[in-house]
């Protein structure tokens, strides 16, 4: 990404702390789409089906230094909750040709029974149940974890090879997981994956764009994206997310 100045870019980060993340937990548990600035909060299955909140250092210190958005479903399959930044300013065009890297970090205490989307997506509000119109992330389905892309509804995945040695989230132990993905500015798009949050990022897999096969993304303006389900047995369940970054080298005529 061809930088020299903070202006060459423009940039979306959360890191959910507080005060500063300006969605209302208490009324996005009663009804069903609730806005405000930066994102829009929709519930997964109609009415409310999960609860958002911030979580301050003093729940699980150290590890809630710096902010965690928790979100919390019913005890329901497929119900959840949907979190999209108002706006879609992100593309993966090659004809545009503007690098992005994208880069977040999650964790949940079932991984087998939690269904969860993080990345970039059009306007959509079920993106795991229904299946992404257009969207370009990662996907923890049924216990495993996915580098996903989906292009007018033809979605394709590759298995990020997370195993519970690597320390990923599971049943026993809730692990930090971090994931990433590079947009070239030309025709690739490469998926890396942090499964025991140890600072060093593993190669997944690397898709192209236009070839209508890896069905990315390529013709439309996306948005940070946070989806959370429950599984396929109805108990509730917790994930916390701590930041979401999303930047892109800003188009000069």
Known sequence: ??????????????????????????????????????????SVGGGAKATCACVDAT??????????????TVATADYGGNMQVAGTQFVVDQDVGLPLYFEARFRT???????????????????????????????????????????????TSADCAITEADGAATTSNAGWVRVAFYFD?????????????????????TKKVGTGIDYLPDDQALTPTIEMIVGTTASAE??????????????HA
């Open 1 to 42: 990404m061809n930088a020299r100045q903070p202006q060459d870019v423009f940039s979306f980060f959360d890191d959910f702390m507080g005060p500063t993340w300006s969605l209302d937990a208490d009324s996005v548990s009663t009804v069903t789409t609730t806005t405000s600035a930066p994102w829009t909060f929709t």
């Open 109 to 155: 205490a079932d991984v087998s029974n939690t269904d969860i989307f993080v990345g970039l997506s059009a306007v959509d509000t079920e993106i795991i149940t229904s299946g992404a119109d257009d969207a370009i992330g990662f996907l923890l389905e049924s216990g495993v974890l996915y580098a996903h892309t989906a292009e007018t509804s033809n979605e």
């Open 238 to 251: 917790t994930a916390d997310f701590d930041y979401v970054y999303c930047v892109q080298q800003r188009y």
């Open 185 to 205: 500015g030309s025709n690739s798009v490469t998926f890396l994956c942090d499964g025991n949050d140890d600072g060093v990022f593993d190669y997944v897999t």
């Open 59 to 72: 729940y699980s210190y150290p590890s809630t230094l710096g902010g965690i958005l928790r979100m919390t």
